[in-house]
Nanobody, 121 residues
Framework: VQLQASGGGLVQAGGPLRLSCAAS????????MGWYRQAPGKQRELVAA???????NYADSVKGRFTISRDNAKNTVYLQMNSLKPEDTAVYYCNADVYVNYRAVVPNDYWGQGTEVTVSS
C-alpha cells in the first residue's frame, strides 16, 4: 500500500491551501485516514482525522480553519486549510489504517511521504 500526498507549497499568511493524499495498492477497506504535521524541532502531531463513516477529529489549533474530508471510492483524503498562519508551517504527512484483505482482523498503519507547507508572514 502506498500513500501519495500532494498540494503543499508556499502561501502567504491568511491564504488557503488544499492537500490531497491518495492510497493505492492492496486495499480491502480503509478505517481512519488522517493528517499529521511536524515542524522543525518539534514532534509530529495530529492535525485532523476522519473515519470511514465521516466522523472527524481536529487539533484545537486548527479547529475552524481546517476541514478534513475523504472520498472512499477513490481512497483519498483531503485537507482544506484556510486562514493559514506562520505557525502552520510544517511537513504534513497523511496516514491511513488499511485492511489489506477481507481476512485482516486489525488494520495496517501506513504513512505518506510528506508534503511541505510554508506560510510566510
Amino acid at each position: 500500500v502506498q500513500l501519495q500526498a500532494s498540494g503543499g507549497g508556499l502561501v502567504q499568511a491568511g491564504g488557503p491551501l488544499r492537500l490531497s493524499c491518495a492510497a493505492s495498492g492492496s486495499i480491502f477497506s480503509i478505517n481512519v485516514m488522517g493528517w499529521y504535521r511536524q515542524a522543525p524541532g518539534k514532534q509530529r502531531e495530529l492535525v485532523a482525522a476522519i473515519t470511514s463513516g465521516g466522523s472527524t477529529n481536529y487539533a484545537d489549533s486548527v479547529k475552524g480553519r481546517f476541514t478534513i474530508s475523504r472520498d472512499n471510492a477513490k481512497n483519498t483524503v483531503y485537507l482544506q486549510m484556510n486562514s493559514l498562519k506562520p505557525e502552520d508551517t510544517a511537513v504534513y504527512y497523511c496516514n491511513a489504517d488499511v485492511y489489506v484483505n477481507y481476512r485482516a482482523v486489525v488494520p495496517n498503519d501506513y504513512w505518506g511521504q510528506g508534503t511541505e507547507v510554508t506560510v510566510s508572514s
